[in-house]
Structure formats: C-alpha cells, structure tokens
C-alpha cells in the first residue's frame, strides 16, 4: 500500500475564515518520489497572513520562499522542480514574477506554463506558483 505524506495539513476554515468552505487540505504532498505543492501565493504560511499588498515582486518573493520551504520540509530542494504553472491576475505583471522565479530557479530549466485568470480567492493575491518536484533516488537534503 502506498503511503502519501502531508504537508502543512489545514483546513479552509481557518485560512478562508470569510467563506463557508471546510475542506481538508495539505500545503504539499508527497506520493512516491514526487512532491506536489499547493499552489503558493503572497502568504506568510506560519501567520496565515497576506504579505505584499499590490506589489507582485513582494508576493512572488513569498510564494518562491514557501515553494523553497514547503520541498525541503518534503525532503527535496527547488532543484528537483520538474514543473511550474504561474497564475497571474495581470499579464503585465509577467516580467517582474518571471524575474523573481529565475532568481530562485537558476539552473533548473524545468518546464513552465504561464496562464492570466480573472481572480483568485481573495483579491488581495495578483500572482499564484504551482510546482512539483521530485525526491531523487538516494537524495538526502542538507
């Protein structure tokens, strides 16, 4: 039987306490030797609080620092970052989240999708990263 890991489990109520959402979910998971992150955003994942008002670069600097935290709490690294989707809420934001990314990612050459959406769960948030990973084989985090 194979055994997934959570991640950072939580509930929506106490992340979307304005809304009437209670479902179970989990910041990452880990099925087998590959680590799928929840979508990461301009949120502080310890105080649940937003960071960046209106500045992209200050969002996608968090959401890189919680894809950064959130692998290696799953035992990988931005390294092992197979695939990334950028959800931006305005396409002219495109050149200062991709900046933000080739300043953590560097050598990686994973592959990327870029999509533009209308809005996400709070309008406070312009930027959402999506990534997985994998755990090589015999790969121990330092």
Avoid: C
């Avoid at 509930?11 to 590959?34: C, H, M």
């Avoid at 300043?103 to 209308?118: D, E, F, M, Q, R």
């Avoid at 959402?128 to 985090?141: H, K, L, N, Q, R």
């Amino acid at each position: 039987m194979t055994v997934h890991t959570r991640i950072r489990p939580f509930n929506t109520k106490v992340t979307y306490p304005e809304q009437n959402i209670d479902n179970d979910l989990a910041q990452a998971v880990v099925a087998g030797n590959t680590v799928y992150l929840r979508g990461q955003i301009g949120q502080n994942l310890d105080t649940h609080e937003v960071v960046g008002r209106g500045d992209i670069e200050v969002q996608a600097e968090q959401a890189m620092a919680n894809i950064h935290m959130l692998l290696k709490e799953a035992g990988s690294e931005v390294s092992h970052i197979v695939k990334i989707v950028v959800y931006l809420v305005d396409p002219r934001h495109r050149e200062a989240v991709y900046r933000v990314m080739g300043k953590w990612l560097k050598g990686v050459h994973y592959a990327s999708t870029g999509i533009v959406v209308s809005l996400f769960a709070r309008p406070e948030y312009l930027v959402e990263i999506d990534a997985t990973a994998v755990i090589p084989e015999g790969y121990e985090p330092a």
